[in-house]
């Protein structure tokens, strides 16, 4: 049986939206599942079923005004300074252990490592945590630096590196360094500023003049 584009349109749409429906991020679920909102809602226009084009409309300009709200939204961040020993923050790493693992293959908390150890909170949520250690005197090497899946839109990366550079050249820090664990793992350190650097490790230089 010959199956006409229209199909192969409807057909697309439908693997969109399932494709949407396994995203852990919020915000490449809306992303997706805008995507293919709006083929479905072009698909319906186009073969006269007009309660499929109007809901799937109405989808879109749902996934549109959230996007807008994520991207917009005043949020506040805050760091909270937690012991080495934190039952929370061991329970944390047990929680997510997983998906620690994927971004950070092998990774070991190493608890008398830690110079800088804080979770990043947006809007008192915890968004992420954040292990650091000192290393050659001023650089600061970066064990973890995990966000929750469904925070997991760069604003994290963007408040630690940006918003709390002060913070790090104050303490006598000149650059921030980490290994390249991963895919994702590089991909986010390039998405907020870091240059690759030898054997596979990733450099952000701490600007004094900004």
Do not use: C
């Amino acid at each position: 049986m010959e199956i006409n584009i229209l199909e192969w349109i409807g057909y697309f749409a439908s693997v969109i939206i399932a494709i949407s429906m396994t995203m852990n991020s919020i915000v490449k679920f809306r992303w997706i599942n805008l995507a293919g909102a709006l083929t479905f809602s072009i698909y319906g226009f186009f073969i006269g079923a007009l309660p499929v084009g109007f809901l799937n409309g109405f989808i879109v300009s749902v996934d549109i005004y959230y996007l807008f709200k994520i991207y917009f939204k005043k949020e506040i961040f805050e760091t909270l300074e937690v012991r080495a020993d934190s039952k929370y923050l061991l329970r944390f790493l047990e929680f997510h252990q997983k998906e620690i693992q994927s971004y950070f293959p092998g990774f070991t908390y190493k608890p008398e490592m830690n110079t800088i150890s804080f979770f990043v909170l947006r809007n008192m949520a915890v968004a992420g945590l954040f292990l650091a250690h000192r290393e050659d005197n001023n650089i600061l090497k970066v064990g973890l630096d995990y966000v929750v899946p469904e925070y997991r839109d760069f604003k994290n990366g963007r408040y630690i590196y940006h918003r709390l550079r002060r913070r790090f050249i104050d303490n006598g820090f000149d650059s921030v360094r980490t290994h390249g664990q991963s895919k994702k793992h590089i991909k986010y350190l390039k998405r907020i500023g870091f240059s690759e650097g030898k054997d596979n490790m990733y450099v952000r230089i701490l600007d004094k003049s900004i």
